[in-house]
């Protein structure tokens, strides 16, 4: 029987896509396995206070943000996102050894700074090189595949932590430098695996970042997404604070990196089918959905008396991540001329900069100075913000 219908068929996901997805996946798995047992290692080792421990998790991130908008305006100057996308995973490798030779917070602040320093160089011309490869009908899938593959790195990192803690006996030193091998990897597959057409002569020109009269090119939408970016960035603070509830609630220090685990997977789980979604209905909705998830996360773990709540409140943090990361960089890259795509990348990254660090902050003087509860609930209702801008927005 001949279909009503004639489909045509959707394009296959370029291989550009899947090169930079496992390179995320190889980069994840280090830096989780890094940060699923950081907080502890700083609080507890080191001595540091939450308040410090969420100025250097808000000012590294912030730092990451805010260097995406000069890598994203040199990307479209150059043409050549390759180069900056290796510049900024070879620092990140780099500073992957300086974690367990550490000996005080201002070793630490030092290398993960430089490491959030290589994330934020690389960040906006990697979606510039995505949005740049990535068919219109399945932009959405292609981001989402990357954002999953990363994830998985984020589920495997953590996991292997808690494998090499009880291996080496709660040596957080030990398990530290078992971040090393797939950093290093990544520049491997960059430098043999990913190829990027070249573009065409006096295609780019020298634009300053910044430049006000450039912001004329970027329209209406754009403006909205990056005003929700901004509020959302102050709804979700360092998952750094989920690490520091788990041990709050006693939960034994081997154990404490399946906080991540648990955030990870139900992110990997949910990112893809998210962009997919994405593809079908009005992307708001994806949004909507993501928010929703992430007032559930901060009200669980706000509430939590035990471990298992804990878990629960990073799974349903994991599942809030699938539904808006890839979303907001669909959005984005669909509001803006192709051209202006690493601009438009880098602008979004670092207006979400300034709240990063002002969430960090301030989630970090909350809980030392009213609570962990107090922490979540802020949260909650920076979200519940972000749900009505986004509910009441036109598409």
């Given amino acids: 029987m001949r279909p009503l219908f004639k489909t045509k068929p959707l394009p296959s996901i370029p291989r550009t896509v ?6 995320s996946l190889l980069m994840d798995m280090s830096s989780e396995l890094v940060h699923s047992i950081l907080p502890v290692y700083l609080v507890d080792t080191l001595g540091a206070s ?4 969420g100025f250097i998790e808000g000012f ?3 730092a990451a943000q805010l260097v995406k908008i000069f890598s994203g305006t040199l990307s479209d100057f150059w043409g050549h996102r390759k180069r900056l996308i290796l ?7 780099l500073t992957k050894p300086l974690f367990p030779l550490a000996g005080s917070v201002e070793t630490v602040f030092a290398a993960r700074f430089l490491d959030r320093i290589g994330k934020g160089i690389r960040g906006a011309p990697r979606d510039a090189l995505i949005a740049d490869v990535a068919p219109a009908a399945i932009r959405g899938a292609c981001f989402g595949l990357r954002q999953a593959m990363d994830t998985v790195g984020a589920f495997l990192g953590p996991l292997l932590a808690i494998g ?9 030193k030990t398990v530290l430098w078992f ?6 990897l990544t520049v491997v597959l960059i430098v043999a695996g990913l190829r990027e057409s070249r573009p065409a002569a006096g295609q780019h020109r020298f634009r300053p970042p910044l430049r006000l009269a450039s912001l004329r090119h970027f329209p209406w939408p754009y403006w909205r997404i990056v005003l929700i970016g901004a509020v959302f960035t102050l709804a979700r603070f360092s998952e750094a604070f989920l ?14 990196p399946l906080v991540m685990v648990a955030m990870s997977l139900f992110y990997a789980l949910s990112a893809y089918p998210a962009g997919v979604l994405s593809d079908s209905i009005n992307k708001n909705h994806v949004l909507l959905i993501g928010l929703l998830f992430l007032i559930a996360a901060d009200l669980l773990l706000a509430r939590a008396a035990a471990p298992l709540a804990v878990l629960l409140g990073a799974g349903f943090w994991g599942l809030h991540m699938g539904f808006t990361e890839g979303i907001l960089a669909a959005l984005v890259a669909g509001s803006t001329p192709p051209e ?3 601009s438009a990348f880098g602008l979004f990254n670092f207006v979400s900069g300034v709240f990063t660090l002002l969430a960090s902050v301030i989630a970090g003087w909350l809980w030392d100075f009213h609570g962990a509860a107090a922490t979540f609930y802020t949260g909650a209702g920076f979200a519940v913000l972000v749900l009505i801008l986004t509910a009441f927005s036109r598409k």
Avoid: S
């Fill in 18 to 23: 899947w090169t930079l997805g496992f390179v």
């Fill in 50 to 53: 939450v308040l410090t421990l």
């Fill in 60 to 62: 590294a991130v912030a």
């Fill in 87 to 93: 510049l900024g995973y070879g620092l990140a490798a």
């Fill in 164 to 172: 090499l803690l009880y291996l080496y006996d709660n040596n957080l």
């Fill in 179 to 184: 971040a090393v091998l797939p950093a290093a």
């Fill in 243 to 256: 690490v520091l509830r788990a041990q709050q609630m006693g939960m034994a220090v081997a154990m404490i």
């Fill in 340 to 342: 202006w795509k690493g």
